[in-house]
C-alpha cells in the first residue's frame, strides 16, 4: 500500500541503470528464496525464485545471487525502468513447528527516475 | 488468469465491532494464509490453513481467528476490533506450504 514504503530503506536510480537490491536471510538451513515486487497499493507479486542448491538463476532482465556463506541474496535487475519502482521484500523459506512458510525481509523501496 | 481476490479493498470499523475479511483462491491451492503488513515491521503472519477446517498459528495470531469451511475460501475474524489492529491485511495461497504464495490485493482497515 502506499505507506509500505515509510520506513525502508530506498535505493534511487536512472532509468537505463543497473539496480542491486540486497536481502540478508536469518537461517543458514533455508532451502528455497523468493523475491517480490510490491507497486503501490497493490498485493506483493512473484518475480523470481532460486533453490540453496544453486548460487543464481537468471530472469528476464532479473538476476538473483545467492550466496550461502554469509547468507546473502541479492536481487539484479537490468536496464532498471520506471515502471519497476516499487518495494522489493525477499522471502525464505523457513521449516518451525512441523510447517514450512515463507518469511519475508522488510523490504527496499526502488525508485527509478527517468 | 489465476487470482487471490480480497472481498473489500478499504474498511472502517469501529472499536469492539466483530470484523470480517474475506479472501478467495481460484487455483484450487490446498494452503492459504493471512499477513498484515505495517510500516517498518514488513509482513507478519497471522495465520494459516494447509487443508479444509485445519488452521495454525502464525507469528502473530493474537486478537484474530481464521474460518476455512470451504477449500477456495480463508476466511479472518477479528473479534473485537481494536485500534491497533489498523493496518493492511494480505491473503495469499500456494501449492505448497513452503513455495511461492500469490497475494490478493490487500484490505486496509481501519478501526477507529
Known amino acids: 500500500g502506499e505507506s509500505v514504503g515509510l520506513h525502508l530503506p530506498t535505493l534511487s536510480v536512472q532509468e537505463g541503470d543497473n539496480s542491486i537490491i540486497n536481502c540478508a536471510y536469518s537461517?543458514?538451513?533455508?532451502?528455497?528464496f523468493i523475491w517480490y515486487k510490491q507497486e503501490s497499493g497493490k498485493g506483493p507479486q512473484f518475480i523470481i525464485d532460486i533453490r540453496s542448491n544453486m548460487d543464481k538463476r537468471q530472469g528476464q532482465r532479473v538476476t538473483v545471487l545467492l550466496n550461502k556463506t554469509v547468507k546473502h541474496l541479492s536481487l539484479q535487475i537490468a536496464a532498471t525502468q520506471p515502471g519497476d519502482s516499487a518495494v522489493y521484500f525477499c522471502a525464505e523459506n523457513i521449516y518451525a513447528a512441523g510447517y514450512s512458510t515463507l518469511t519475508f525481509g522488510k523490504g527496499t523501496m526502488l525508485l527509478v527516475s527517468p | 488468469d489465476v487470482k487471490v481476490t480480497q472481498s473489500s479493498r478499504y474498511l472502517v470499523k469501529r472499536t469492539g465491532e466483530k470484523v470480517f475479511l474475506e479472501c478467495v483462491q481460484d487455483?484450487?491451492?490446498?494452503?492459504m494464509f493471512w499477513y498484515r503488513q505495517d510500516p517498518g515491521l514488513g509482513l507478519r503472519l497471522i495465520y494459516f490453513s494447509y487443508d479444509v477446517k485445519m488452521k495454525e498459528k502464525g507469528d502473530i495470531p493474537e486478537g484474530y481467528s481464521v474460518s476455512r469451511e470451504k477449500k477456495e475460501r480463508f476466511s479472518l475474524i477479528l473479534e473485537s476490533a481494536s485500534t491497533n489492529q489498523t493496518s493492511m491485511y494480505l491473503c495469499a495461497s500456494s501449492f505448497s506450504l513452503g513455495g511461492g504464495y500469490t497475494f490478493g490485493s490487500g484490505t486496509r482497515l481501519t478501526v477507529v
Open positions: 537461517n543458514s538451513a533455508s532451502d528455497y
Open positions: 487455483m484450487d491451492h490446498e494452503n
